[in-house]
């Protein structure tokens, strides 16, 4: 069975190595810190052997060349970021696929938050580590895509089986949740959800991962899609009403 080792690194961020026992290979999934992530394999008794970067933003792709250069591992990310990103062997999109021993993980175009942005889906593990897309009660900030982009790309990680555990890349719950009670006041579900995050994080424990199910029903970002949220936000469409909640989040 693959385990994963999640770590704090950085300000906000998680760092995530999944490591398969029966191969022997472990997968940093993103770079945000190189000394962090080389210190917790080591301390594991883990190998780095593979890199997936899910986009280009530093605090992501930024220990590659640090860490390939102390274990040797490939790089692989994604086409549509690969100039921005150091030490590529390999580039994936929508629909390629990776692997790390006998687990196979797909390929998933998340493209919005920036151009190439991919996730990585490993059905047998019932996990997807989605890097900045999707966050528990939140989404990332549409720096370099479109509206349209961002909620087909939402609409893809929607289609996963609800069981999914979904690991995004930062600690933000506690603000999402502040942003998603305003958006969607008269959710039950998503007020339950909200009191549990701030226990959770009164204790210090992590809010991630979050489960797919429970996104869907809580996460106004992926609702964009309801007639609840285009009523209060506007738009005829999904996308529109996804921009109107991306630009009020962005000004919360």
Known sequence: MLQIHQFPCLSDNYGF??????????????????????????????????IWNTHWHP???????????????????????????????RTVDQDD?????????????????????????????????VGDALFALGCGRMFEGSAPQFWASLSRLKALPAD???????????????????????NQALAEYAAEITAQREKGKPTVPTLLERELQTNPFLRADEPILQQRWGGTQPHETFAALRSAKDNF
């Open 17 to 50: 190595l999944l490591h398969d026992p029966d191969s022997g290979e472990t997968v940093c999934i993103d770079t945000p810190d190189a000394s962090a992530y080389l210190r917790e394999a080591k301390a594991k008794g883990w190998q780095i052997t593979q």
């Open 59 to 89: 605090d992501h792709a930024g220990g590659n060349e640090e860490i390939k250069a102390a274990t040797q591992c490939t790089v692989t990310a994604p086409t549509g970021d690969a100039a921005k990103i150091a030490g590529i062997d």
């Open 97 to 129: 696929e990776v692997k790390i021993g006998a687990y196979t993980a797909n390929v998933i175009n998340v493209g919005g938050h920036t151009h190439g942005h991919v996730a990585y889906h490993l059905p047998d593990a019932k996990v997807a580590f």
């Open 164 to 186: 999914t555990a979904i690991y995004c890349a930062h600690e933000y719950t506690a603000a999402n949740a502040k942003f998603a009670l305003h958006a969607d006041p008269d």
